[in-house]
């Protein structure tokens, strides 16, 4: 990908051994990864341009500063004339603003693009249920049922609640339970997550003040559009004073995704209460009453909302337009694994391309140039995958972009600072000149494949010749590598390429 070059490394190897090793690999370089070099304009340019220089080097010290006048020029000319617009921000959705039509439209119609994507790449793959969804959804604006759903931890009273709301048969409506959140079991919360994101209305109960994965969780919903009545259950197992130091701040801790008129103290099951009762004689007599069940907040603010017109189409709206998000989501994962399975390949055939070529120029200039012809056609035959048809001209700024990127970010010196620690407590003792550049030109590769990747998996399926924004990208890329410098395919990575670098797999 990038120049990784050490000083010297070269000069303290038997110059013999050194070239012979370099001669075996020269060789290989067009056949490394099995790509088919000459069909490849990038690289044909950017390898011959290498080689050229290369000879050069034989008869005059200056090719350094020849070779990387000739590349940084190059690529400053491509870099301004191309592919340096910035994607204006995209507008966030906020959830405090009603939806209109128009905007649930938008997202079936979005939607519908990802399944139609979806279907014309992997037409052996039965997709058919994504489009069913959507067919469905039509059907959904003239609902007049509305489907309320009780959530919440262990132990705060769902079941109960929805027995009493069940007993009071509120008219069009109908209720559910959701298993437990908040536990080990990732089925429970996924099975929750999707009752949740399916419903028309959500009373979510607590009996005490929020913890912050309860807010968390809140605030996500609301972001989904979710309707959301926040119950203070078992309240009447505090004193009035504490009571309304809780409900105060609920309110207050929810203020920006629950209105304080949604926040509602309640009883669901009240405790038992001990009653003392004095006879004519004097005496007294205990027992113990059951309280009746303290749902009349609650009530009476189901029925406000229900009896609403407006807010009758607002949650009908954003119920579909839930839907259609999640649909969205989930056909543009299946496209986007679908199209992954594809690209593996090719990254990994240019970053052992970018191992050979880098190790066969140790020169900075040199391999610098020929790493960077060989990104440039990754990012063209990836960016194919991803429908985004990019020229000769756009892929080679990319890469450029790319590679100074890593530069600004460190990546570069701490890859090669890595790499050479895991081949010296490896104990490989026979490191050969460039052999370190050639390594961490490989893994350099393989994360800016995985960085354009990722990124292009955000693009719309159908996009093409959209400006790259680099900004975005760059967040990528450093993320990109942080995730894999901490795992242990580093190291694996490291270990498997010094081996098809080592004598004793050139033959």
Not at 85 to 91: S, T
Not at 268 to 289: M, R
């Amino acid at each position: 990908m990038l120049n990784i070059s050490l000083k010297n490394e070269c000069d303290r190897l038997p110059s013999l051994r050194a070239s012979t090793f370099r001669s075996s690999i020269r060789k290989r370089v067009f056949e490394c990864g099995g790509v088919k070099v000459m069909q490849k304009p990038i690289l044909v340019g950017g390898l011959g341009l290498a080689l050229f220089l290369a000879i050069l080097g034989h008869w005059q010290v200056s090719v350094f500063d020849l070779g990387e006048w000739l590349f940084w020029g190059a690529i400053a000319w491509g870099g301004v004339m191309l592919w340096q617009k910035k994607q204006p921000p995209q507008p966030r959705d906020n959830p405090k603003n009603p939806l209109k039509k128009a905007d649930v439209d938008q997202a079936i119609a979005t939607a519908q693009t990802w399944v139609n994507a979806l279907q014309q790449e992997a037409p052996d793959q039965d997709f058919s249920n994504f489009q069913q969804i959507l067919t469905d959804l039509s059907q959904e604006f003239q609902q007049d049922h509305f489907n309320i759903v009780i959530t919440g931890g262990r132990g705060v009273g769902k079941t109960t609640l929805l027995k009493q709301c069940q007993d009071r048969k509120l008219a069009h409506c109908t209720f559910q339970e959701t298993p437990p959140l908040f536990t080990d079991l990732a089925a429970y919360d996924q099975q929750a997550q999707n009752q949740v994101f399916a419903a028309d209305l959500v009373i979510f109960l607590v009996t005490g003040d929020l913890m912050a994965s309860q807010w968390q969780l809140l605030n996500h919903w609301h972001h989904a559009r979710q309707k959301i009545l926040l119950a203070f259950n078992k309240q009447d197992q505090y004193q009035p004073e504490q009571r309304e130091l809780i409900l105060n701040q609920l309110r207050h801790h929810c203020q920006t995704a629950i209105a304080p008129s949604h926040i509602l103290p309640i009883a669901a099951a009240p405790q038992v209460v001990k009653v003392k009762k004095i006879q004519a004689d004097g005496t007294t007599i205990e027992h113990f009453e059951q309280p009746a069940p303290d749902l009349d907040h609650l009530h009476i603010q189901l029925k406000t909302l229900l009896d609403n017109p407006e807010i009758q189409q607002q949650l009908r709206w954003s119920t579909i337009w839930r839907t259609a998000r999640l649909t969205q989501h989930n056909a543009k994962a299946a496209l986007n694994q679908y199209r992954r399975t594809k690209a593996l390949p090719i990254l990994e055939k240019y970053q052992w391309l970018a191992a050979g070529t880098t190790f066969a120029n140790p020169v900075a200039a040199l391999d610098l140039l020929a790493t960077a012809a060989v990104t440039g056609q990754m990012i063209m035959d990836l960016g194919a995958i991803y429908h985004q048809r990019l020229s000769f001209g756009q892929a080679q700024a990319i890469a450029t972009a790319l590679g100074k990127q890593m530069i600004q970010l460190g990546l570069v010196e701490l890859s090669t600072q890595a790499v050479g620690g895991v081949l010296k407590t490896n104990a490989i003792t026979y490191i050969a000149g460039g052999t370190i550049q050639g390594v961490s030109a490989a893994y350099l590769t393989h994360i800016a494949g995985l960085s354009l990747i990722q990124y292009f998996q955000e693009q719309l399926p159908q996009t093409q010749n959209e400006p790259l924004n680099f900004e975005k990208l760059g967040h990528i890329l450093k993320t990109v590598f942080e995730q894999n410098q901490r795992s242990q395919f580093f190291g694996n990575f490291v270990k498997g390429t010094w081996q098809r670098l080592s004598p004793q797999t050139t033959g």
